[in-house]
């Protein structure tokens, strides 16, 4: 492992900072309306499936039925309206994890950097950051309106690491899913997965790859103690 000293805490936002109750399924079906609007075959969507690779699949469709760059971006806007207000409906609801803030505040007195990075708009993530009381805490969010290529490809967290000033190995990425340990092992920076209980879509095989794993009855006492042993 890495011995340098960490300058910085990159934290997920949906099950380890918050828990943001979105209705999933609401979502899906919402993106799913659209996207058959728009003439994609019903073999090809699926309420199991993520929106990101739904609408991954459909861009190919549209693609083979001749569709503009501008018409499909447009199609794709549409979906993604759709979804904000599910997420948004999620974000005035949202509340803390149990026992983050003390881990917030342990930050904080240790004049760590702290940033978020999330699948959620970047407005929707500020609005359950502020009602859950913790966005005073962050100097940075990146949300998926905010990078091209999201988690776990690299570019998510170099942006972050670029406005906070800080190098991919002077990092601890927190989250609670697979995607959030394999960016961190992207950039070569050290990680922390939170053994949350999370829907079965989200796999989790990287996250034997996480220096170190939390059970949640374990914030904040090993979850400060983990991050002392990385400054």
């Known amino acids: 492992m890495n011995k ?13 900072l918050i828990h943001f109750k979105i209705n999933s399924v609401k979502a899906r079906r919402k993106a799913i309306k659209v996207l058959r609007d ?12 993520p929106i990101l ?15 503009s760059s501008e018409k499909i971006k447009e199609i794709i806007n549409e979906v993604n309206n759709a979804v904000i207000q599910v997420e948004h409906e999620a974000a005035i609801k949202a509340t803390l994890t149990q026992g983050i803030d003390q881990v917030l505040e342990f930050a904080k007195k240790k004049r760590l950097k702290q940033a978020v ?12 950051l502020e009602t859950a009381g913790i966005f005073h805490y962050f100097k940075v969010i990146v949300g998926r309106d905010d990078t091209k290529n999201l988690k776990p490809h690299p570019d998510h967290l170099k942006h ?22 394999e960016a961190a ?10 053994n949350t209980k999370i829907p079965n879509y989200l796999k989790r095989e990287f996250f034997k790859k996480a220096n170190k794993i939390i059970e949640p009855e374990e914030i904040p006492s090993k979850l400060i103690e983990t991050l002392e042993q990385f400054l």
């Open 4 to 16: 340098k000293p960490i300058k910085a805490i990159i934290w997920d936002l949906d099950g380890t």
């Open 38 to 49: 728009y003439g994609i075959p019903k073999e090809n969507l699926s309420i199991e499936m």
């Open 53 to 67: 690779e739904t609408v991954k699949i459909s861009r190919v469709i549209f693609n083979e039925l001749g569709f």
């Open 117 to 128: 990075f999330t699948y959620n708009t970047h407005n929707n993530a500020r609005i359950s």
């Open 160 to 181: 972050i690491c670029e406005k906070i000033d800080v190098k991919p190995d002077q990092i601890v990425v927190i989250g609670d899913t697979g995607r959030d340990i």
């Open 185 to 194: 092992i992207n950039i070569g920076s050290r990680s922390i997965a939170l």
